[in-house]
Structures are given as C-alpha cells and as structure tokens.
C-alpha cells in the first residue's frame, strides 16, 4: 500500500513539472511573437534610415501621427542618460485586429544614435532608471548596428512614454568617436499598419469598390463579412467580399464609382518621426570654461572693491 502511494506521489510530481514546464515554454514562445515585430524592418532592410532621412516604419504605417522626443543638450563621455519617446494615446479608440475583432492599440519605436552611443547595460543604471525601464524589452536593430535601439509592440494604455536608457562614448576609448554635436533619430508607432513587407496590404484599410454600377445586394456572411453584389451598366454582375471587423458605407440601391470606398477606414493609429541634438561634452573643456568664470568673476570683484576704494580716497582729500 505504502509502495503504491509513493508511486502515485511522483507521478504527481512528474506531472505537475511537466504542467510548469510546458507553461515556460508557451510564455516564452508569447514572449518571442510580441518582441518580434520590428523584425519585419530588421530583415528587409540593413538601416532602417534612408538616405532621405525617412525612417522605413513610414512605408508600411502610412498614417502620419505626432511623437515627441526628450534628452539632455549635452552628456560627458562613460555617462548614462535618458532619452523620453512620447506616444500620445487615444484611450477610446480601438484598432483592428487580424481575425477582424477590435482590441487597445500597440506601440513601438526605434531609437537612431550616433555612432559609439549604446543601450546602457543594467548595471550602470540607477534604481530610478531601473524603474521606468521594468518590463521593456529593448533590442538592437542588429548586431552590426548596436547604436539602434528598437522596442515593440508594447501596450500603449501603459506605455505613452517610453524611457531609453543610453550610454555615451568616450572618445578617449572609442577613437572613431570625437566632442561634438550629433543628432538623434526617433520613430515610433501606435496601431498596426497598412502594408506588410511584401507589399500586401492589411486588414487596416478601407475597401474601394472593383467595379462602377449599383448596389444590388448586400448578403452577411457566416464568418461575419459581408458579400457585396454590384449590377454593372452592362448587367453584369461581380460579387465582392468583405472582411470582418470593417463598417460598410453603402446601402442597397446606392449607385458607386469604380474606386469609391465602401467601407470606413478603420485604421486609428500612424507613424511619426522626429530628431534632436545632443552634445558630447569634453569634461576638460567644461572645467576650463568654470575656472574661466570664476576668474572673471572674482577680477570683476577686484574692480569693484577698488573702484570703491578709489572713490573713498578722493572723498577724504575734498574733505581736507
């Protein structure tokens, strides 16, 4: 009897670790789906700047959205500073998704530093970077580039800032790095896009009509679309589909043009993209430039005490 319990008992044991191990492997396979995303630029394209200066998110996210972006005027070398990508958010608007239902929009970005400058690793940052940082998964555009950081897609209801932890060169160590002004690179989105890759378009768009004539018929579909009958001048009949999720703009009767959207356009989100400049302080220059101000300023002190003296002196000479 006590043999039989004790077999039973690690059974339970191996199933019950076989159960959590199972459950790491889903999370991480989730983990890997959602930090996947910018390796639809990341393998199409080997910089994602092009000699315009568009960043290549542009072609497939074809709305334009405002972003805005914070970081210091200037940094010292070895030094570890934030940069702030700011994602307005639209907390009741809801994209759609691929199966067609609606849900929260995602947002990415991808940070272009200048050359020498990195994601500072976790050891050099402060509790408080630690902190805006928890939970963001930042990765490098490739392993050639490691000056490019991208995150994404993330939830934006959570996420309308997001804090990149960066680390300045030393140019006394990174010798293709020098003190000067440089510009930094933002892009981010919110929502999903347009096109794929490839050129395909998404679900993310507005249906236009294949055909001129008038509504013949509009027939539900078991999935959820809609089956759209279109009676030409020529009395020819052509039958178009549309998906779930999108919202028609026709009615029986109604007579359309070739090209004349049909349905609303359910994309809510977009693409933005800014820069600013930064300065790469030279430490040595800075200390030159405060003891250049003191001793301006104390010389500026001397001539006031004797100016003062000066004055006191010929007031007591018109006294005698």
Same mark, same amino acid.
């Given at each position: 009897m006590k043999h039989t =319990?004790? !077999?039973? !008992?690690?059974?339970?044991? &191996?199933?019950?670790?076989?159960?959590?191990? @199972?459950?790491?492997?889903?999370?991480?396979?989730?983990?890997?789906?959602?930090?996947?995303?910018?390796?639809?630029?990341?393998?199409?394209?080997?910089?994602?700047?092009?000699?315009?200066?568009? &960043?290549?998110?542009?072609?497939?996210?074809?709305?334009?959205? =405002?972003?805005?972006?914070?970081?210091?005027?200037?940094?010292?070398? =070895? @030094?570890v500073f934030e940069t702030?990508?700011?994602?307005?958010?639209?907390?009741?608007?809801?994209?759609i998704l691929g199966n067609g239902s609606k849900g929260d929009l995602n947002v990415g970005a991808v940070v272009i530093l200048p050359e020498g400058f990195k994601l500072a690793p976790k050891d050099r940052m402060d509790e408080k970077l630690l902190k805006k940082t928890k939970n963001l998964y930042f990765n490098n555009y490739s392993q050639k580039l490691d000056n490019i950081i991208v995150i994404g897609p993330i @939830?934006?209801?959570?996420? $309308?800032?997001?804090?990149?932890? &960066?680390?300045?060169?030393?140019?006394q160590i990174n010798k293709n790095t020098h003190f000067l002004k440089y510009s930094i690179y933002v892009g981010a989105n919110k929502g999903r896009g347009q096109l794929y890759p490839s050129g395909e378009k998404s679900n993310n768009n507005p249906i236009p009509s294949n055909a001129e004539g008038r509504i013949e018929k509009i027939k539900p579909n078991e999935d959820g679309g809609y089956e759209v009958i279109i009676k030409t001048k020529d009395d020819e009949t052509i039958s178009q589909y549309v998906p779930i999720g999108l919202n028609l703009t026709i009615k029986e009767g109604q007579r359309i043009k070739a090209g004349e959207y049909i349905t609303t356009d359910p994309n809510v989100g977009g693409f933005g993209q800014s820069e600013i400049e930064i300065v790469l302080q030279n430490p040595t220059r800075l200390i030159s430039?405060?003891?250049?101000?003191?001793?301006?300023?104390?010389? $500026?002190?001397?001539?006031?005490?004797?100016?003062?003296?000066f004055e006191k002196v010929q007031s007591l000479n018109q006294n005698f």
């Amino acid at each position: 009897m006590k043999h039989t =319990n004790s !077999k039973q !008992k690690l059974k339970d044991i &191996i199933n019950f670790c076989q159960a959590i191990f @199972t459950l790491c492997i889903i999370c991480l396979y989730q983990a890997n789906i959602s930090n996947s995303y910018p390796i639809y630029a990341q393998q199409t394209y080997e910089n994602p700047r092009e000699s315009t200066g568009r &960043i290549v998110c542009a072609n497939c996210h074809l709305a334009q959205k =405002n972003i805005y972006i914070e970081a210091p005027k200037e940094v010292l070398p =070895n @030094t570890v500073f934030e940069t702030v990508v700011k994602i307005p958010y639209e907390f009741n608007k809801k994209q759609i998704l691929g199966n067609g239902s609606k849900g929260d929009l995602n947002v990415g970005a991808v940070v272009i530093l200048p050359e020498g400058f990195k994601l500072a690793p976790k050891d050099r940052m402060d509790e408080k970077l630690l902190k805006k940082t928890k939970n963001l998964y930042f990765n490098n555009y490739s392993q050639k580039l490691d000056n490019i950081i991208v995150i994404g897609p993330i @939830t934006g209801k959570d996420n $309308q800032e997001i804090t990149f932890p &960066i680390l300045a060169p030393d140019p006394q160590i990174n010798k293709n790095t020098h003190f000067l002004k440089y510009s930094i690179y933002v892009g981010a989105n919110k929502g999903r896009g347009q096109l794929y890759p490839s050129g395909e378009k998404s679900n993310n768009n507005p249906i236009p009509s294949n055909a001129e004539g008038r509504i013949e018929k509009i027939k539900p579909n078991e999935d959820g679309g809609y089956e759209v009958i279109i009676k030409t001048k020529d009395d020819e009949t052509i039958s178009q589909y549309v998906p779930i999720g999108l919202n028609l703009t026709i009615k029986e009767g109604q007579r359309i043009k070739a090209g004349e959207y049909i349905t609303t356009d359910p994309n809510v989100g977009g693409f933005g993209q800014s820069e600013i400049e930064i300065v790469l302080q030279n430490p040595t220059r800075l200390i030159s430039f405060i003891f250049f101000s003191i001793s301006v300023l104390i010389s $500026q002190l001397f001539f006031v005490l004797k100016k003062k003296q000066f004055e006191k002196v010929q007031s007591l000479n018109q006294n005698f």
